[in-house]
């Protein structure tokens, strides 16, 4: 451990570091970093920021300990991912052009503790077996607090006024290019909300930086993904709980309301479902639980919805990198 | 309250509905409003049946909580807090969280038919193959293909080992060659299959050829079936080569008994039923050896609740046919010496009958070639 003066700014940073970004990420996951590091836990953010701090004071808790934990929790989850064809690159090239690039400094940043007005590139991971680069945007505003809520009788008009709270939230958004050199994809994933051309600006952003870096020469294909979801919804490796099938001139939507169970469940959903020619259909979209008693390396059940003719994959939940990785497979072994 | 209370207090008509309803095994969860409709009843005296049939245990009354704004569905731990996670709204400015009662069903796993074989005995070229399929066809509203599975019209060849397992490997190339087929068009699950008589005998050695330990198969419905009553199904069904299978027995199939003195290797499934307790063995006490193909059977196993469509879509769970069901006990074939003794007299009979047959029918082409030359000479 560092001491004396350094070692104290050390400490502060990381307490820093878990006020604004350690304890925005889920509680689950705090409770898995607090279990792992034998720390004591508690039931609310308030409690896992009291004991995050003693065990940083204790140096229980170090930066590397932390770092490790946001690389698999931070930006997982709850976002889009867009699947595209891999770079013609060759894997032996790719250091050269990182080096080569004005983001030669982030290589080997495993965590970027900023958070820019826009999204900037921020981290860069190479490893044998994939590539990660991490963009990030500060993304913290107003989060509604009713329990804050008062109403006051105004003195000087005597009308009585309500008011309603906001408490100030820390939050940053990440995007990454995943590309794990195995697969036949890589893949653009964006935690940033889908709002008129927010994704195609951000698109824009991270191709001009890939282009520049030398991943990609020309603008990356994307992989259509209707087929996947088509063969998916007739499956039972996950719980479908709806589906939109499209086709010029309309489309069909077979929908679940269970809250227990999917369209599997329900003998007339599921004889509507066969019902369908599915080469009439070109574009499907679906909504499916990956359900951890399903899947068994599922850190938690997650809940995905899939947009075949965008091909795009919303995760609703966060959840780890691994977690991430597991659907992408499933999806992957359906197209 | 029980189920006579129920049938005091709201009648025999939603009961019945009810009680049909979790049978059936169609939804595991009973929306009020549109198991009113379905009954053309109204909504609020539905509503009061399915809260006294709670409380009297026949089905569940959950509450489920939602998001007031996006209908999220929420957990205890979610709703105690100020903001949905879904759509990040304080519940509080949108009325609150939302209350809805469901009831829950207790049913069973239930299945499609995604696609069928049938298969048909000796001595016949199946015609209730092709009404099967009709029957197939127009009950299900989506599409169900029947592949109708023909070797020929055999007679005496089935007395012979080598002849079963040439059939056999026919047969097994036809499966797959079909199993492919329908791969590729989008179905993945095995099929169902309907055999009758012989056809169940070559189905079971089809399943013994090493070459097909690939094939899988989903459920098996036997009808008329000679596969002996001692056959493993346990074994078949842990390898995961079928599913499940149904024997429909026949009290008066007379012929089914003399299958194990004639044909290699067989027995009177039909007749016995399997032993194996896999097997659901289900007896018709009119049932001849082909009554099953009979339309006015085939419709009625086919209906809906009917044997063969409980036992194709259905959960096969306990209480499944529970009361329809038999376990026959430990089943031996006849002493070998007697069925080699019968066999050699009957391949005998056989053999005499068709010499004199051929005598008769030479005689009287020779005698009639022999006026058509007279006729000829003169």
Partial sequence: MPGGEKGAAEKRDLKEAVRTIVLTQGN???????????????TNKADFSKNLHAAIDEGTLTRPMIEEWLSEVEGWGNQHIYLFEPPKLAIGEIKDKLVGSNFAELIGTAVSYAFPEQLELSAIALAADHLSIAWHKGTGGWERTPSKDFQRADDDDGEVYKYNAYRERFDRAVVR??????????????QVPIEGDSHRDVHALILNDL??????ENDPIRIPLSEAFKAMTLKHDTVVQSTRMMTDGGHLDVVSTLSEGGIADVRALREARRGVDDK????TDGMFHFLQDQHAGLSRSVKVQGYGLESRVRVWVQCKREDVYQVLDVIWANT | MSEAELRDA????LVDALLTQIAS???PALNPEIFAAALNLDGAKVSDFLEAAAEGGLIERREELHCPRCEELLTEETAARELCPSCKEAFGDHGGVRRRAVYKLKVGKTRDIAWLIAIHGFNTLGPWQQEFSWRMATKLKYSAPVLIYKYG???FSVLVRWRHRALARQLGNSLRTAIEHVKANRISEPPDLILHSFGSQLFVQMLALPEFDDLRFGRVIAAGSVIRPDYDWTQRIQQGRVEAVFNHCGGRDWAVPFAQFFIPETGPGARQGFVDPAAINVMDRDYRHSSCFHIAEL???LARGGLWDRFLRGSLAPPAFEGERFHPKSWHPIWRPIRGLVRILGVALIAVIATGALTFVSAVWLKLLACLGWEVIG
């Fill in chain 1, 28 to 42: 689950a996951f705090i409770k898995e970093l607090l279990r792992k590091h034998k720390i004591q836990i508690g």
């Fill in chain 1, 211 to 216: 282009k520049h870096i030398g991943i990609f």
């Fill in chain 1, 280 to 283: 009439s259909f070109a574009g």
């Fill in chain 1, 177 to 190: 290019f995943a590309w794990r050199f195995a697969d036949a994809y890589c893949a653009i994933m964006i």
């Fill in chain 2, 299 to 301: 419709e009625s196993n």
């Fill in chain 2, 25 to 27: 095994g169609d939804t």
């Fill in chain 2, 10 to 13: 709201f009648g025999n008509e």
């Fill in chain 2, 153 to 155: 019209l055999i007679r």
